[in-house]
């Protein structure tokens, strides 16, 4: 990875704010250049004794100082647009990618909502620090190559010495390279692991409770907390090592420049006016060398980033994190939001897989499937437990992730190129073990924001859903809670089904869906499935799934007995 290349795409991503932005700071971080010089001539003015002079230098200073105070105040509000910019950029290309179950942008599933925060709040906040860092340096460097000039004329050699500094801490950061990018790593991985364990407590707080598991549960998190204290010194301590470095080699090279210009200044070639310059130079020699030190450690932490945020999006060189991309964000005459166009129908004639095998680094899987699904088929997947079953039909859905996939899949005929991709509505739809539900209205569950209220409707009577709508206080707007907190195991599964089924796939893959439903409601789950005209591949245990299948396939071992 090139962490220099990609930050700066992601500084591209909003030009107008971020050059804006650069040109303000630049300006800001100068004029202190200018500010001494003025300082210089004002002392030479009073050294003559040209009180006119004084008078207008102390106007100019004045004003000068107010521009300075107005470019900054701009420039913070300019840039603050385009930190909002690279983040959220970075943030919609990370969720992009996980949004994605097929195509170039698809990206391998997050571990866990704690491991999440710290990719969308912690990684891309390093990335956009690092920007700002380079933007502070391009002012020093500014500022210093004017200073440089200004303090030339005065004595070169006082001048040629503010490189000094620069040097040491290249080679400072160059010698902690290791170290930097395995503490930044460590301290991301243990606040996953806290912010992980408290976020999956929170959601089984009930469960915790009626176990009186509280004790044992604080016990571990404050084992994790301890690890994340650890790693979050080491982290901290070697910042601050580089930091102190830098002020302190910039306090080094501040006094070798006085000790070069020690002799001008005892014989007193050094005017009023040149005095004052160097003494208002001194401060500001120091932050070159103090901010390329800052940078050089956040480059070393944003590669750590860049290469966390590399694997949530399955990209070598962490290409797919700065994908060009619309937001829907910035002054509202400006806001475009993407819109979201859905494959276009193929009716499906036959499905089928050959030779297909799913290998999980453990050595199970699938192996050597061959199954044809024609149009219509009703075909029932069954078996022991840890037989395949759920890898199997990720497998042919193309969502099999960690795994060593093999083989072919066609529809009609063709050959599938990218199933998880192809195999999306109005294709496929594919149903989990455990249905996945946001806190919002039923509607919007079974829909995910397209406004067909019809589709809804006749969706929810296919899967058994409309009798609990008729009980509901709001009926399709009743809002069901965190992860569907207000509904009933059965009702959360019929309500995934219906959102499996709102677009009318040609093919539903169900898994084990009926696992938490009642036979009766069961036996009307099937009927509708088959009323609707779907062709489907479920896995269940039922007698009454069986009975209405037109095939039922057993799996044992991985593969079809």
């Not at 990206?107 to 491991?115: K, M, T």
């Not at 009930?206 to 994790?224: D, F, G, K, M, Y």
């Not at 901010?291 to 966390?308: E, H, N, S």
């Not at 899987?365 to 219509?376: A, E, M, N």
Request: aromatic letters at 6%; proline letters at 4%; one cysteine or more.
């Amino acid at each position: 990875m090139n962490v220099w290349r990609l930050s700066w795409q992601v500084s591209q991503h909003h030009r107008r704010s971020f050059w804006l932005g650069w040109l303000l700071f630049v300006v800001f971080f100068t004029l202190p250049a200018a500010i001494g010089w003025i300082l210089a001539r004002c002392f030479d003015a009073l050294e003559r004794g040209d009180t006119g002079a004084v008078v207008s230098w102390v106007v100019a200073l004045v004003i000068v100082e107010a521009i300075r105070m107005a470019v900054v105040h701009a420039g913070a509000i300019v840039f603050t647009r385009c930190w909002v910019h690279m983040q959220s950029f970075l943030r919609a290309n990370l969720l992009a990618a996980q949004m994605s179950s097929g195509g170039p942008e698809a990206g391998r599933p997050v571990a866990s909502a704690g491991e999440a925060i710290t990719h969308f709040r912690d990684d891309t906040e390093d990335v956009a620090q690092l920007v700002d860092g380079m933007i502070d340096v391009s002012g020093a460097v500014t500022f210093t190559v004017v200073a440089a000039f200004v303090l030339g004329s005065a004595d070169a050699g006082a001048a040629a010495i503010l490189i000094a500094p620069l040097l040491a801490i290249a080679a400072f950061t160059r010698v902690l390279d290791t170290r930097i990018k395995a503490a930044r790593a460590a301290d991301r991985a243990a606040t996953s692991d806290v912010t992980g364990f408290v976020g999956d407590v929170m959601a089984g707080s009930t469960t915790v409770r009626v176990n009186h598991a509280v004790e044992p549960v604080l016990v571990r998190l404050r084992s994790l907390v301890d690890v994340r204290r650890g790693t979050a010194v080491r982290d901290r301590v070697l910042d601050e090592g580089v930091q102190a470095f830098s002020r302190g080699a910039a306090d080094v090279g501040l006094g070798l420049v006085l000790l070069v210009g020690a002799s001008s200044i005892a014989d007193g070639s050094f005017g009023v006016g040149d005095l004052a310059l160097f003494t208002a130079y001194l401060g500001w020699l120091s932050f070159l060398p103090r901010i390329t030190g800052r940078v050089l450690a956040r480059r070393k932490q944003t590669a750590v980033a860049f290469d966390r945020m590399r694997r949530l999006v399955a990209d070598d060189d962490a290409g797919n994190t700065v994908l060009p991309r619309s937001l829907p964000i910035g002054p509202r005459d400006e806001r475009v939001r993407p819109t979201s166009t859905r494959p276009e129908r193929i009716p499906l004639d036959r499905f089928e897989a050959v030779g297909l095998s799913a290998r999980h680094p453990s050595g199970a899987g699938v192996f050597d499937v061959d199954l044809t699904i024609r149009r219509g088929d009703f075909v029932v997947v069954t078996g022991p437990i840890g037989s395949g079953k759920s890898t199997l039909l990720r497998a042919l859905l193309g969502l099999a992730w960690n795994t060593d996939v093999s083989g072919r899949l066609l529809w009609n005929g063709v050959e599938i190129e990218d199933p998880g991709a192809f195999l999306v509505p109005p294709q496929a739809a594919f149903l989990p073990q455990v249905p996945q539900l946001v806190s919002d209205s039923v509607a919007e569950n079974i829909s995910f924001g397209d406004r067909d209220r019809e589709a809804v409707r006749r969706a929810a009577r296919t899967a058994v859903m409309d009798r609990d709508l008729a009980e509901m206080p709001a009926g399709l707007d009743t809002v069901i809670g965190p992860r569907g907190l207000r509904l009933s195991g059965g009702q959360r599964q019929r309500l995934a089904a219906a959102r499996a089924l709102v677009h009318r796939p040609e093919l539903v893959v169900l898994d084990d869906v009926s696992s938490a439903l009642d036979v009766t409601t069961e036996i009307a789950l099937w009927d509708g499935l088959a009323m609707s005209g779907a062709t489907t591949l479920a896995v269940s245990h039922r007698a009454v799934a069986f009975e209405r299948a037109t095939r039922v396939i057993h799996l044992d071992a991985g593969r079809i007995a």
